[in-house]
């Protein structure tokens, strides 16, 4: 899905974030600074947020601008899949969250899976890197690679977490609400097809 006010958006703060992460010039800082409050602009008159909310978000980013990195796990059971209804929104995901700095993408969703789920797992299979720009989700203000990893429960029970309210396994066919900012139904059929295939090769973009 393609929003050309959002490309414009990301790619002002990204330029402005670089800007400000290696200019000494103050007036060129001056001139950065200006560039990431439009940006927030775009963004605010776009998607009703706050623009002190994004500008906040904005700030906040520091270094050479780079996408974020979330990481998703995929846990089959009795051929249905492992997902946790969110609390932000109360619809459903697969298990997972932002890689957390100074651990690995197996560690991460190894950590997210108990935190959100109560499952202790194993990772045994990267199934997909995907670039979220070229799937479904709604306009985000910033860029996400969402990295998928297949993962087998070695123990643990259901439980909530901090972020979520419920805990199932669904079929392919009988999905629920799902929140589309972490996962689309197209995303996670495709998924499904390493339930029927599990020597699938690794899927990117």
């Known amino acids: ?18 800007g400000l992460t290696f200019s000494k010039d103050i007036y060129d800082l001056e001139r950065y ?9 775009i963004l605010a008159e776009y998607t009703g947020v706050k623009i002190e909310t ?10 050479y601008p780079t996408p974020k990195v979330d990481v998703r796990g995929v846990v089959f059971r009795e051929d249905k899949i492992l997902m946790v209804r969110e609390k932000i929104d109360d619809c459903w995901s697969l298990p997972g969250g932002f890689c957390d700095v100074g651990l690995s993408p197996a560690e ?20 997909a890197i995907l670039d979220m720009n070229k799937h479904p989700h709604p306009p985000q203000p910033y860029h996400y690679y969402k990295v998928f990893i297949r ?10 977490g901090i972020e979520t309210k419920g805990i199932n ?27 029927v295939e599990p020597h699938k090769q690794a899927l990117f973009d």
Request: with cysteine; hydrophobic share 40%; proline share 2%.
């Open 151 to 160: 993962c087998e429960i070695i123990g643990g029970n259901a439980r909530n």
């Open 54 to 63: 994004i500008e906040e978000f904005f700030v906040k980013e520091k270094g």
């Open 1 to 18: 899905m393609s929003y050309k006010w959002l490309d414009w958006a990301r790619r002002i703060q990204s330029l402005s974030q670089a």
């Open 169 to 195: 396994f669904f079929e392919k066919n009988n999905l629920p609400n799902l929140s589309t900012d972490r996962n689309t139904e197209s995303q996670i059929h495709t998924l499904f097809e390493f339930l």
């Open 108 to 127: 991460n969703i190894v950590k997210e899976i108990k935190e959100e789920s109560g499952f202790d797992v194993v990772p045994v299979k990267l199934l």
């Open 33 to 41: 600074e200006e560039l990431r409050t439009i940006s927030a602009e």
